[in-house]
């Protein structure tokens, strides 16, 4: 992901805004709503559904959720990793949502505690 934002103030001049990040799709708090961002949020939403009718829309956590399944993604991996909650907490992804993710072709990470307690990701790509 950009540390940057990438907003264009104009197509003659090339100088990106520059502000620090503020949202998963790269653009600052200001630029967040423009049609570029929409652009790029869009882009992303297409490589986690491969350009299927799908949304995943930033909810008011700023988490991109997949308004059907309450399933939420992280945008720099483009995978599920999970469920966004009432009161704004996060669940891990139960058997369901995994069952969902297989349905519907999106990757997923769980998050599994070894002996040590060091946390793994369990990748699933498809
Ligand atoms: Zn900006």
Redesign the pocket.
């Known amino acids: 992901m950009e540390s940057k934002?990438?907003?264009l103030a104009s197509k003659i001049d090339s100088e990106?805004?520059?502000?620090p990040v503020d949202t998963y799709h790269g653009?600052?708090?200001?630029?967040e709503y423009t049609v570029q961002a929409r652009k790029k949020m869009k882009e992303q939403n297409d490589k986690i559904t491969n350009g299927r009718k799908i949304q995943i829309m930033r909810n008011e956590y700023g988490r991109f959720e997949h308004k059907d399944s309450h399933i939420i993604f992280d945008m720099a991996t483009q995978k599920a990793y999970g469920v966004q909650g009432d009161g704004g907490e996060v669940f891990e992804l139960g058997e369901e949502e995994i069952k969902y993710c297989k349905l519907n072709g999106f990757g997923y990470q769980i998050k599994r505690k070894n002996i040590e307690e060091e946390i793994i990701f369990d990748d699933q790509v498809f």
Request: include cysteine; aromatic fraction near 16%; proline fraction near 0%.
């Open positions: 934002c990438q907003f990106i805004c520059g502000n653009f600052c708090k200001k630029h």
